[in-house]
């Protein structure tokens, strides 16, 4: 006779991606936060100097802090999208595409987030206070200022993917409960409208902490 119940370690699998879920989704917001630009910055269509830009940045050591959130937040979503591919490929094994899917577009979320944590360290390297900053012109400092503030939100673009994937097979199979996949495919339809209508992929870096710690406490109930 076989047993279906969880057996010690998948229970501790989906605790373990269910807690890097929350995670994920906190160090991302976290890190968002802190790496605003200064106030003005973007504030009118005023042509703005590389003098102003540089002045308006965040000290080097609030970017390295948000940079280093973002690293956590790379590592944990690793986790978490690796955990949510390996439980939908065993509670969906009939819908092997958007299993792909998901699968890949975790794959892409990795590299673009990761890319983006880089672009952030390349501009706390001309930020005020910073060690290389005389390595830096005052143009350069404010290119890679606003390039790694462009860069850093938008590279979450591929987490509509993964969110898209999951809300499918949550409401198609057991991937996640219902109401998360209706919650998953409801971010990730705003977010894409806004980025295709209004041209704001950044959206993407504010429904991707509002998804992950969901999706993660979902899997520590369900577990539990």
Do not use: H
Not at 47 to 76: D, Q, T
Not at 134 to 141: D, F, I, L, P
């Amino acid at each position: 006779m076989t047993s279906t119940a969880a057996t010690p370690t998948t229970t501790a699998r989906a605790t373990g991606w269910g807690w890097a879920g929350i995670v994920a989704g906190l160090a991302a917001g976290a890190s968002g936060a802190i790496l605003a630009q200064g106030p003005g910055t973007f504030g009118d269509q005023e042509v703005k100097s590389g003098e102003f830009i540089v002045g308006a940045m965040n000290p080097e050591l609030l970017i390295r802090l948000g940079g280093g959130l973002g690293m956590v937040a790379v590592v944990a979503t690793t986790v978490f999208t690796l955990g949510l591919a390996r439980r939908a490929a065993e509670t969906a094994p009939g819908r092997t595409g958007w299993v792909e899917a998901l699968r890949w577009s975790s794959i892409a979320l990795l590299a673009t987030t990761a890319v983006g944590v880089l672009m952030r360290y390349v501009a706390a390297g001309g930020a005020p206070g910073a060690m290389d900053q005389s390595m830096y012109t005052t143009e350069a400092s404010a290119t890679a200022a606003v390039l790694a503030d462009q860069m850093s939100t938008g590279t979450y673009l591929p987490a509509l993917g993964v969110m898209t994937a999951a809300g499918v097979l949550s409401l198609r199979g057991a991937l996640l409960p219902k109401a998360v996949g209706i919650v998953a495919l409801v971010l990730a339809g705003a977010s894409l409208v806004a980025t295709l209508a209004i041209g704001l992929p950044y959206s993407s870096s504010l429904v991707f902490p509002l998804f992950a710690p969901v999706a993660g406490i979902a899997a520590l109930v369900r577990r539990g």
